[in-house]
């Protein structure tokens, strides 16, 4: 009898190409004050490594806020990289009215119609570059705060997430997005849109 130590197969499922890379310049939200998408930029291509990423903006590389390396470094590390999908902000669009797609501030957003949950992510999220496969795990939910869902729906203050409660469900179990642990990165990768996106699971 052989031993068992091939790796066991898995299922993959196409999610979508990449079509937007950004980074946040300064932080989006001040606890209670507000949220405002303005820091958010548009990257051309990216750097990714265990402490986030770095997005290539005008000829110049800009640091996420999310990343230990940025002067005013926002959640400890815990969220170094976040993933956003086209098809959340059409359904945002339908509860919230017209809102440009990554006004959220997710570092990815992929090409892929309807919802996604965090059961689908259940695996590894794996971006497919030109240099290689970029394998990725532990996707949690990005929580919605008050002052996003304030913002979204055109409030002129921060509402308690209490108080607006039906629209924060609304935006839980991934609507919002979801973070990517990359602690485990031992080289810096390069992605570009365009690159693809799927989810390995047993």
């Known amino acids: 009898m052989f031993a068992m130590t091939e790796r066991l197969a898995m299922t993959e ?7 937007r890379l950004q980074v946040q310049r300064d932080p989006l939200k001040a606890k209670g004050e507000g949220y405002d998408p303005a820091a958010i930029l548009l990257a051309e291509e990216a750097s990714l490594s265990a402490g986030g990423m770095v997005g290539r903006h005008d000829e110049a590389w800009v640091v996420d806020a999310h990343h230990p390396a940025h ?3 926002r959640g400890g ?30 570092n990815i957003i ?4 309807g919802r996604l949950t965090a059961d689908d992510l259940t695996g590894e999220v794996v ?35 209490r108080d607006q409660a039906d629209d924060v469900a609304f935006l839980d179990d991934g609507m919002r997005g979801f973070i990517l642990a990359v602690d485990h990165l031992t080289d810096a990768v390069t992605l570009r849109v365009g690159d ?6 047993p």
């Not at 669009?93 to 809102?99: I, K, V, W």
């Not at 992929?110 to 119609?113: L, S």
């Not at 990725?136 to 921060?158: M, N, Q, Y």
């Open 127 to 161: 971006i497919h570059t030109a240099d290689g496969e970029v394998v990725l795990h532990g996707a949690r939910v990005a929580a919605p705060c008050a002052e996003f869902t304030s913002w979204i729906k055109g409030l002129d203050e921060v509402v308690s997430k």
């Open 77 to 106: 590390g815990r969220r170094a990289l976040s993933i956003g999908f086209t098809g959340h902000y059409e359904l945002m669009a339908e509860r919230f009215g017209e809102l440009e797609i990554g006004c959220g501030g997710e």
């Open 196 to 201: 693809r996106v799927s989810v390995r699971f």
């Open 71 to 73: 002067p005013r470094a």
């Open 13 to 19: 499922r196409e999610l979508g190409i990449i079509v």
């Open 110 to 113: 992929v090409d892929t119609p």
